[in-house]
């Protein structure tokens, strides 16, 4: 049923693959660890309660738990009884114990010339200041405040100052435009937006503050905006509402006291497109989620603190950027590289230079930008010096093999572990993973679950699949850093999550097992589209194409892409009156595309739109998505005998070749 890459690989052509590049061993580096953890699964798995309890031990109790898991289906409850401060394990309890001079942060600016050096002392000091700052614009415990902001070291500072004072943040990503800013603010009703007059992208100002003002048009609760000068551009300002972070940060006491918050107190919530047009707003507590991200960043990465310098190459506006650059990290007292521009802003061996410049050891990202980096060429990171690195890992997608063995030849050297992750927005934190030193790793697997996570593939009936089949990738038993719910209706949390098969979770997405009996990933089998690592949904785009004056109907559907995993196609249905207004195709298309960057974000811009006079329908109505997606993907029409006019879908076929954009 499921296939590991669709067309991108033959059956053929991964064995072929594999006869050379069956089983990477670790490497001899990893010896010693993989001897002292041999029997970690079988001690995880033994007694999983147990287990999460000892990690939990890696965390700054203000009152320790005596309780692990309270659990009533879809519901579950870590350390309920324990408090802590999620901002102290980042960084004050680091500076007590002498750690104050370790560098937390590398930043490095978009355009080359431009860095920052943050140590954990000065990284302490702005915290504290921002969180002063905050409680004199009225941020209380409870409070949800929107962060807005590009890759600077004030966006971590900002998310920590919040959850000091036991508010919670909702980070927004900087790409995204006005209307979906407003209304994931609106959701989670925020007082108060942290955001940044612009960003920079390959040296060119983007901004941010002009969003924020037009969201806030339809948001009258939002009271303060906190502003970062980054830019330096001219900024439309509203008196009383606003302030310039360099005025009103700067300016407070260097010392704030911190508060202890129960387990259970909300930290953050994230947004995340479902399968309706409304995005799903993800809340995560505070106990279990920081236990399992600061876990896994620990074993997954196999940290040194003293000497790793890591990099996650992500966006803090997805929830990477939470789990693997702001709380996974900064609770093991990391040192990372944090770097606001594109893998080609400043050319196209920019990342090579950083990795070379800052001796980095660990590199985690996207399979999406590793297939950009090999369509440059490996004659580009052949010129920089790259043996400093010692761990590769991967995330936000399967990764096809050959991205997989070009990433371990060419960057890794043949030298370096490469872990494979899954994990979710919701999951919050890893959930399968080889483990260096302890896994044999497999080009495209991710191999088996993290110790002490229980996942299964099954089949429709919820039945457990053998070695060599595949099905639905499922959750069966709690772990700390699962979601709480979706903010504001527990009713759709536990449909969309709990209600497929009974008492276990449906991550959404199909999973095989090999014949050895390792896991693979084969990507989502709703309708949310997976694009360069960004979780967007059909029925989001196909409202923002439906939203413009020319459009009667729009279907939307992923497709698979060599550079992104998966790209929009979208087929859009004019209305009769304005067929000849717009009889232009190429300039209909063009305007179409801006139009959805413009209501949702540039990377939610179809790869391809297909002007159709007819969209296929069932005789009760129903457009048959399906179809579409056999004919975006190239391959055989399905069964076309509901359809009131089958003739349709190969009209549409026809039209793929001659009715197409990308960028």
Same mark, same amino acid.
């Given at each position: ?84 401060? %999620? #901002? ?6 680091? /500076?007590?114990? *002498? ?25 302490? &000091? ?6 002063? #700052? ?10 949800? +405040? ?23 943040? =909702? ?5 995204? $435009? ?5 209304? &994931? ?13 612009? %960003? ?17 048009? =339809? ?10 000068? &980054?830019?330096?551009?001219? /900024? ?58 600061? @876990? ?15 990099? @996650? ?63 440059? *060429?490996?004659?580009?990171?052949? *010129? ?89 990738? /499922? ?5 700390? !850093? ?42 989502? +089998? ?5 694009? !360069?690592?960004?979780?967007? !949904? ?11 004056? $020319?459009?009667?109907?729009?279907? +939307?559907?992923?497709? =698979? ?31 179409? &595309?801006?139009?959805? %960057? ?21 005789? =009760? ?31 549409? %076929? ?10």
């Amino acid at each position: 049923m499921y296939r590991p890459w669709g067309d991108r690989m033959t059956e053929k052509g991964l064995e072929a693959l594999f006869s050379e590049t069956r089983q990477f061993a670790p490497s001899p580096d990893f010896v010693s660890r993989a001897n002292a953890h041999a029997d970690i699964y079988g001690l995880a798995n033994a007694d999983p309660e147990g287990w999460w309890r000892q990690q939990a031990t890696r965390l700054s109790w203000a009152k320790e738990p005596t309780t692990t898991l309270e659990w009533d289906l879809p519901n579950a409850r870590w350390f309920a009884d324990g408090e802590l401060n %999620a #901002a102290y394990n980042c960084v004050d309890r680091h /500076v007590e114990n *002498g750690l104050g001079d370790r560098v937390a942060i590398h930043w490095v600016a978009d355009q080359p010339g431009e860095e920052r050096t943050i140590t954990y002392a000065d990284l302490h &000091r702005m915290v504290q200041q921002a969180a002063n #700052a905050l409680e004199e614009l009225g941020v209380r415990e409870g409070d949800r +405040v929107a962060v807005y902001m590009p890759m600077i070291p004030e966006a971590v500072v900002a998310l920590l100052a919040v959850v000091r004072l036991g508010a919670m943040h =909702s980070v927004v990503f900087g790409g995204f $435009a006005a209307d979906a800013l407003a209304s &994931r603010i609106q959701d989670s009703d925020c007082r108060v937006v942290i955001t940044a007059d612009g %960003a920079f992208r390959r040296g060119s100002v983007s901004p941010l503050k002009p969003a924020v003002d037009q969201a806030l048009e =339809s948001c009258p609760g939002v009271e303060k905006v906190l502003v970062v000068q &980054r830019t330096r551009t001219p /900024v439309e300002w509203v008196d009383g509402r606003d302030h310039w972070w360099h005025e009103i940060v700067e300016r407070q006491d260097p010392h704030h006291q911190w508060r202890a918050f129960n387990a259970e107190h909300p930290l953050f919530i994230m947004y995340t497109s479902g399968t309706t047009a409304k995005p799903k707003g993800i809340f995560h507590t505070t106990g279990g989620y920081l236990t399992q991200v600061a @876990t896994t960043y620990h074993y997954v990465f196999d940290h040194k603190p003293e000497t790793d310098i890591c990099w @996650t190459a992500a966006d803090i506006g997805w929830i990477t950027g939470h789990s693997y650059i702001v709380y996974g990290p900064l609770i093991n007292a990391a040192t990372q590289v944090m770097y606001e521009g594109l893998p080609d802003s400043g050319g196209q061996d920019r990342w090579w230079r950083i990795i070379e410049s800052h001796k980095v050891t660990v590199l985690y990202t996207a399979p999406t930008t590793i297939r950009t980096l090999m369509k440059w *060429g490996h004659q580009i990171p052949a *010129g920089h010096d790259l043996t400093s690195l010692r761990l590769l890992g991967t995330v936000g997608e399967p990764i096809n093999p050959e991205a997989w063995v070009w990433y371990h030849t060419y960057i890794g050297g043949e030298r370096c572990p490469i872990v494979d992750t899954w994990w979710q927005t919701e999951t919050g934190a890893i959930m399968a993973t080889p483990l260096p030193g302890v896994t044999a790793t497999k080009p495209g697997a991710a191999m088996r679950a993290f110790p002490g996570i229980s996942l299964e593939v099954v089949d429709e009936q919820g039945h457990v699949v053998g070695h060599g089949q595949g099905g639905y990738l /499922v959750i069966t038993r709690p772990w700390p !850093s699962m979601t709480r719910g979706i903010w504001g209706d527990p009713q759709r949390f536990f449909d969309t999550y709990w209600n497929r098969f009974e008492g276990r979770y449906f991550a959404g997405d199909g999973a095989k097992y090999d014949d050895d009996g390792d896991l693979w990933l084969l990507g989502r +089998v709703d309708d949310v589209m997976n694009v !360069s690592g960004h979780r967007l !949904s059909t029925t989001e785009v196909e409202h923002a194409l439906v939203s413009h004056h $020319a459009v009667a109907e729009a279907a +939307v559907v992923g497709a =698979s892409d060599e550079h992104t995993g998966q790209a929009i196609v979208a087929f859009v249905t004019l209305k009769l009156s304005a067929t000849d207004a717009e009889a232009d195709h190429a300039q209909t298309i063009a305007a179409l &595309r801006q139009h959805v %960057a413009t209501v949702i974000s540039p990377i939610a811009k179809p790869r391809q739109i297909i002007l159709t006079p007819e969209l296929p329908k069932t005789r =009760s109505g129903k457009i048959m998505r399906r179809l579409l997606r056999d004919v975006a993907e190239n391959r055989q029409l399905g069964d076309v005998t509901t359809l009131t006019d089958p003739t349709v879908v190969n009209m549409i %076929a026809g039209l793929m070749g001659t009715h197409s954009s990308d960028d």
